[in-house]
């Protein structure tokens, strides 16, 4: 997934009315303002009520679903190989979110303050904030590229992370 990938997806996706934001690898990069790694996909939260909007512009595009998760995540592929891991939010009045989990007693909560701005190949982007980004990189044994990431917001925010 380059940048030039995730910009289009972002404007197929703005085209049509679907609000998101970018999370995971590519959140970090736009966080901190470059790639700091190639990138095998595109994490991308919605709002769960516009997925059918989602869903159509995506398959217009050429996307085709090759895992349904739901109701807590589901992915697409182009048949060029990008991909995008796909996560509903369910949004409060106050502008908060919840992602359901694998848990069902045990929701991924997004405060309304985690939705920020970033830059992507100097086009801004809506993401999650470094501390939401913290806070998902918990509980599991970290991969080379979540070191990398973790140590990238470290270097940049001056923010304390568990690994």
Not at 66 to 77: N, S
Not at 104 to 120: H, N, Q, R
Request: with cysteine; glycine share 10%.
């Amino acid at each position: 997934m380059t940048a030039e990938d995730l910009l289009s997806v972002l404007a197929l996706l703005r085209r049509a009315g679907v609000d998101s934001w970018v999370a995971g690898g590519w959140g970090i990069d736009a966080l901190v303002g470059d790639q700091g790694r190639d990138h095998r996909d595109l994490d991308l939260l919605h709002r769960q009520e516009q997925e059918q909007e989602l869903l159509t512009a995506l398959a217009g595009a050429g996307f085709t679903e090759t895992l349904d998760q739901r109701p807590v995540r589901f992915v697409m592929v182009h048949a060029q190989g990008q991909e995008i891991d796909l996560h509903p939010l369910a949004f409060a009045p106050d502008g908060s979110a919840l992602q359901r989990s694998f848990d069902p007693g045990k929701p991924f909560p997004y405060p309304a303050e985690c939705f920020v701005t970033g830059t992507v190949a100097g086009t801004t982007v809506p993401c999650i904030s470094a501390a939401q980004q913290v806070f998902f990189h918990q509980g599991y044994e970290p991969a080379d590229r979540d070191l990398h990431d973790m140590a990238r917001l470290r270097e940049a925010f001056g923010i304390v992370t568990h690994f």
